[in-house]
Each structure stands twice: as structure tokens, then as C-alpha cells.
């Protein structure tokens, strides 16, 4: 990346602004010893920043960055003498968003140790499952979790929530030096179905991948952040990342409730929040607060934006959403402005400055603007592979995110989904997310996804599952009627099911095999 970008950017966000030249010595020290690691990052904002508030949670807990670093090493050092953790090993944290999650991330990787973000909504058979494919050594769990881990190899060392503030303050004195290897996060990928796999998420080697986003997303030095995102999931990580980065106050919430959030994003005047879609959707579900927060960026990200909230939501609070379409696997793809989104509500925008995106067909060739096609990536953030070995399709360079989609005549990104979610009627190709948003543009809807059944006449059938507002109500061949006047008759769905809420995974994403349940 060049490096007249890179500093234009910088100085815009705040982050060249000049300071004591001792703190700013320290600071630079930091990152020369440690890296851009998540330790590092910390480091680095504790040696400029050391009094500035870094976590708060609605336990009442406020860290400082020093004191969270403090906190940090003090876990790493008892890690390392009481569990007898050491670089490469791999600690699994298995909790929601507070600073303890923080905490233990750090120390695995101040330790030169994997640290196995584990997603809150494995079950216990699942949880296993990983436990012994990604060979934990510690589990890190909040108390919630406690029953789930019962069944765990006895080898493996479980700190709750009591375990780990006691092996803080236990902690033995000490010296931290960076370790010979370098500890990866490794985040598990959804697990919709079955085991996650585990992909090893790579170190920034610079201030690249920061300038890739802080320049589409306009966010700033010592902000206030809300991260609503589950901190396990690439997006709420990325956040953290980002957050660490510029030195921000960050807020947490063990878990998200719409009224809860908003009165947080008041009470703390937070500038910026981090969300997944399905959360933005519902704070829009309750009354705004009066006066609304002082939020400049909203940047949701982990799923398909629903057609039409983007618009519904900058109505209420502003021109602030920025949507990133990105995965574990490629971090980042491209990047929505509320521009982007007011123009064309289901864009997922444009690559951000260093990222390549190319739409290939399955030869390899490039196709024509507003073909369909499969979505290859390039940046600096591409993930070195899944755990068990196993790799994904690479093109020059390029990676293969396993959707599908189109780039229109204004260099807008489109993504029609999965490539294996494509629902095939009657030998018709149907992309799910063009009736899910035409259907979420009903006023009396909610929420919508549509999945393909087995039909014996036509192979494939469309089912529509719809979650109205409270007090409407919807008549099934309308809804048809109304699909069948804005798309093709192979893109009707023939079934239309209504129900409270579509289950989701912790992430937000909408478990089809939850749905399929309906057809035994």
C-alpha cells in the first residue's frame, strides 16, 4: 500500500496528531516489539493512552487500557507458570462480550498460544467436536456455559469466570518478553450444520488492513464504540481490532436487547456502533430515544443486509450505516457508504483501497458487468487455511468466498448468495436473496428467508418463511400474487409459512436446516 495514502488517511482519523514525545516513543516501541497482534495493539494504546477508558460493560466493569493490559499480562503469566500454557498450544475462549474474553485472547497470544474464539451457540456435542479437532489445552467459559462443558476430556483445564479472576490476582511476578512464535486467532466458522471448521486468521503486518477500513468507514481516534457483534465472530473481532487501534472506549454488552443498546449508545454517547444486520433490523422494532445518540457510523457486517433496512434505519437515525461484505476467510471484500445504500439498498459497495475483486466465471475467465459469477478476493487479510489442512480455491492470487454475484455498469457490488444455496425449479436458476428482499420490502413484514424444498413435479419448490410486525397480518396467495408481479413464475414460492422469528445462529445468519424441520 502506498505511503502517501496511508499517512493522508492516518492523519485524517486522528491518528498522527502529535503528543508527548515520550508517549508517542513508547508507543511506536511497542508495536516495533510486539507487532500489530492484538497484544500489540493493546500495548500501543496503553503506552500513548494509559488513563483513557478502554472497556466498559454493563456490569459495571471499567478498565482503563493500562489496567487492561495490566489484567492481560498478569492472566499470561499465570497461564503460563499455573496451566502451563506456552507457544503454540491453544487456549478456547468460549464467552460473550466483556472484557474477560479480551483478557484471555491477549494472554494466549502475549504467550505465543492460538487463541480458538468458540461461538456461543455451539452445543455440547459440538463443543467436543472442537475441543478435541482443534486440540485445546484451556478453555476460558463464562459461568452460563458451565453444563456444556461437562463432557470435555479431563486433560483439558476449564477457568471459569471465579477461575480466572482468581488466577489474576494470583498471578506471580514476572517478565514478558514477545514470544519466538507468533500466536493466530483462530475463529470458527459459522457451524450451521455440524462441526465449524477452524480458520487461522493471519497478524497484520502493518498499518495496511487498518487504512483499508478506516478510510471507507469514518471512524476516529479515540472514539466511543459499541460493539454490539459477537466479539467471537470475525466482524465483532474486527471491531475490536480496529477499536484498539484508534484507542477508542469500547462498550460492551453480554448480550443484545434493542432498548438496552440504545439507551447504552446514549447514556455513553457513542459515535460508532458495530452490528450485525438482524440487530440493526430490531432497533427498529422499539421507539427511538429522544434525544437520539450521537452515532456517526454504523457498519454492520456477518450477513446479507435485507433490502430496504438500510434506507428505513437512515430515516430514523441518519445517513451513518456502512455495510462490509467480507468473510472469515477474505476478512473484507467491499465497502457500502450510505450513499452506496440510498442508491441501491442491497449493494454491498466497492473494494476498499489494496483489495482486488474480480467475478469469474467457472473457467477462471472474468465475466461481463452484470453477469452473475463466482466472487474472488485478494488483500492482506486472506486467512493461511482451515485448521484441519484443508484449503479454499485460489485464482492468481485471488480466493474464492463461495458466492456468487454481479458488478453493475457503476462498479456496485451485488452478492446473490451461496453458491450451493442456489435453489433449482423445475430446471430454473432462483437466487433466494432477490425474493427475500423483495418480500422484506412488504410493509408488514419483518423479517423474510426463503429456502428450497423437495417438490416431486419440479425437483425444487420455494418456500417463504415471513415474521410480520406485531398486530399484522398477511394472506398467502397475496403475498404470491405480489412476487409474481415484480419477478419470473419460477421465482413464486409456493409455500408460505408464517412465524414468530426465524432462528438464527449467534452471528445473525438464518439456520435453513431450522426451517427445513417444517417438511419433517
Not at 477 to 502: G, M, Q, W
Request: proline residues 7%.
Amino acid at each position: 500500500m502506498d505511503l502517501p495514502f496511508v499517512v493522508a488517511t492516518l492523519t485524517r482519523r486522528g491518528l498522527l496528531t502529535p503528543g508527548r514525545p515520550i508517549r508517542v516513543a513508547s508507543q511506536l516501541q511497542a508495536l516495533r516489539k510486539w507487532g500489530w497482534s492484538l497484544a500489540g495493539e493493546l500495548r500501543q494504546a496503553a503506552a500513548r493512552d494509559p488513563g483513557r477508558t478502554a472497556v466498559i460493560d454493563e456490569q459495571g466493569a471499567e478498565l482503563t487500557y493500562q489496567e487492561l493490559l495490566d489484567r492481560a499480562e498478569r492472566l499470561a503469566r499465570a497461564m503460563r507458570t499455573g496451566l502451563g500454557v506456552q507457544a503454540g498450544d491453544r487456549v478456547g475462549v468460549l464467552c460473550r462480550n466483556h472484557h474477560g474474553l479480551i483478557e484471555a485472547v491477549v494472554a494466549a497470544t502475549v504467550l505465543g498460544a492460538d487463541a480458538v474464539l468458540v461461538n456461543s451457540g455451539l452445543s455440547a456435542a459440538q463443543l467436543a467436536t472442537v475441543t478435541e479437532e482443534q486440540r485445546l489445552r484451556v478453555l476460558v467459559h463464562d459461568d452460563e456455559f458451565a453444563d456444556r462443558i461437562l463432557g470435555l476430556p479431563a486433560e483439558v483445564h476449564r477457568v471459569d469466570e471465579r477461575g480466572l479472576e482468581e488466577l489474576i490476582a494470583g498471578a506471580l511476578r514476572g517478565d514478558l518478553q514477545p514470544p519466538e512464535r507468533d500466536g493466530r486467532t483462530i475463529v470458527l466458522t459459522s457451524g450451521t450444520t455440524g462441526a465449524p471448521k477452524g480458520a487461522r486468521r493471519p497478524t497484520p503486518n502493518g498499518f495496511g488492513p487498518l487504512v483499508s477500513i478506516i478510510d471507507r468507514i469514518p471512524l476516529h481516534t479515540r472514539d466511543t464504540v459499541m460493539i454490539a457483534a459477537p466479539l467471537f465472530h470475525t466482524w465483532g473481532y474486527a471491531a475490536l481490532q480496529v477499536a484498539f487501534a484508534l484507542r477508542a472506549t469500547i462498550v460492551l454488552h453480554r448480550r443484545f436487547e434493542p432498548a438496552a443498546t440504545l439507551a447504552a449508545l446514549v447514556a455513553h454517547q457513542c459515535q460508532a456502533l458495530f452490528a450485525v444486520p438482524v440487530m440493526v433490523q430490531r432497533l427498529l422494532d422499539v421507539p427511538p430515544p429522544d434525544p437520539r445518540p450521537p452515532l456517526k457510523v454504523v457498519a454492520v457486517s456477518g450477513s446479507a443486509l435485507p433490502g430496504g433496512l438500510a434506507p428505513r434505519f437512515m430515516d430514523v437515525y441518519g445517513d451513518v450505516i456502512y455495510n462490509l461484505y467480507g468473510s472469515t476467510e477474505v476478512s473484507w471484500a467491499s465497502i457500502a457508504g450510505p450513499a452506496d445504500l440510498r442508491e441501491a439498498p442491497t449493494t454491498a459497495g466497492r473494494p476498499p483501497h489494496g483489495t482486488r475483486l474480480e467475478i469469474l466465471d467457472d473457467d477462471g475467465q472474468p465475466v461481463p458487468d452484470g453477469r452473475v459469477g463466482r466472487i474472488f478476493v485478494g488483500n492482506e487479510m486472506l486467512f493461511e487455511g482451515y485448521t484441519s489442512g484443508a484449503r479454499r480455491e485460489t485464482h492468481d492470487g485471488l480466493l474464492d468466498t463461495g458466492d456468487l454475484g454481479r458488478i453493475n455498469a457503476d462498479g456496485l457490488l451485488f452478492v446473490d448468495g451461496r453458491a450451493d444455496d442456489m435453489i433449482v425449479s423445475g430446471g430454473e436458476n432462483v437466487f433466494p436473496s432477490e425474493v427475500e428482499d423483495l418480500l422484506a420490502r412488504l410493509p408488514q413484514v419483518r423479517e423474510a428467508a426463503v429456502i428450497g424444498v423437495p417438490d416431486p413435479e419440479y425437483g425444487q419448490r420455494l418456500a417463504a418463511f415471513l415474521g410480520l410486525h406485531p398486530g399484522e397480518v398477511l394472506d398467502p396467495e397475496a403475498v404470491r400474487e405480489y412476487v409474481r408481479h415484480y419477478l419470473a413464475r419460477f421465482s413464486v414460492p409456493r409455500d408460505v409459512i408464517f412465524v414468530k422469528y426465524l432462528p438464527r445462529n449467534a452471528t445473525g445468519k438464518v439456520l435453513s436446516r431450522e426451517l427445513r424441520r417444517y417438511y419433517g
